[in-house]
């Protein structure tokens, strides 16, 4: 077992499920304690601190609502006492057409921001004052290849949040250098998990795959293993970068 990432307390948000799930199995086999967020998912979060031995805490906060982050945050740290990062992976993706009544367009457009953008935002002002006060820290924001390329006609909220958060990630890395804060963006294609699974009950398989050269979506351990790379302290000079992890769909 690896173990580059011990001693860390690191917060993943959304991490009963899917990714998040993935990235605290890792963050664990290489050394480190994770705080397992979750929004309903109790048993999930539960079952997953126990497969990585007891080595972390458990979390509830619904980042829906504007005081979830900040209360999250206060749990963390009441827990864990110093958390050296925080990864925004928790995310939501709605659909909603043009063609829908102006009410449930806006309603669409704001749960997508708070929850995607808002939270991470709000977690993200948290955690650079403890880390500024505690001898620097990592931020890592899983955003999307449809922040970069632009999005589905019936899914445009989501792209636009996506967007929003690497910007985020850039200013965060431009502006808390110096004060040994860095951070940096994950952007994945589709990869196999509960919200591909909808996509894909939704609009079949094949409008998933067909534009991914290597004709696969990724696997969950694939993202997993990058953000536990990216937390490493020998990696310290990879800040403000996006990170693409999506089989050739979009190359820049
Ligand atoms: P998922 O649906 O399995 O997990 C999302 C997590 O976010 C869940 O644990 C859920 O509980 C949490 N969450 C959602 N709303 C919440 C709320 N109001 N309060 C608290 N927690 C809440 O999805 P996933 O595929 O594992 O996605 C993880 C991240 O990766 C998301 O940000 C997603 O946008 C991003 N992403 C996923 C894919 C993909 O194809 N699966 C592609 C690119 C980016």
């Given at each position: 077992m690896r173990t580059s990432l011990e001693g860390q307390c690191i917060l993943v948000t959304g991490s009963s499920g899917g990714i998040g799930a993935a990235i605290v199995e890792r963050l664990a086999a290489e050394g480190a304690r994770a705080i397992i967020h979750y929004g309903r998912d109790k048993d999930g979060a539960e079952a997953l601190l126990d497969r990585i031995a007891g080595r972390g805490w458990v979390a509830q906060a619904?980042?829906?609502?504007?005081e979830g982050p900040f209360e999250l945050w206060r749990k963390s740290v009441d827990v864990a006492g110093r958390v050296h990062a925080l990864v925004n992976n928790a995310g939501i993706r709605t659909e909603i057409s043009i063609d829908a009544s102006a009410q449930d367009w806006k309603s669409a457009w704001q749960k997508e921001f708070q929850v995607n953008f808002f939270a991470a935002a709000d977690l993200s002002k948290e955690a650079i004052g403890h880390f500024k006060a505690n001898g620097g820290g990592r931020i890592v924001n899983m955003a999307s290849r449809a922040g970069q390329r632009g999005y589905a006609a019936n899914a445009m909220p989501y792209g636009a949040t996506k967007a929003a958060l690497v910007n985020l990630t850039k200013s965060i890395a431009r502006s808390f250098g110096a004060d040994g804060v860095t951070a940096i963006a994950i952007a994945p294609g589709w990869v196999r998990t509960e919200m591909a699974q909808e996509f894909i009950a939704a609009h079949g398989k094949a409008a998933a795959v067909a534009d991914i050269p290597i004709g696969e979506m990724a696997a969950p351990t694939e993202v997993a293993e990058l953000v536990a790379f990216v937390l490493r302290p020998s990696q310290a000079s990879l800040n403000g970068a996006t990170l693409d992890v999506n089989g050739g769909s979009y190359i820049r």
């Open positions: 619904d980042l829906s609502t504007s």
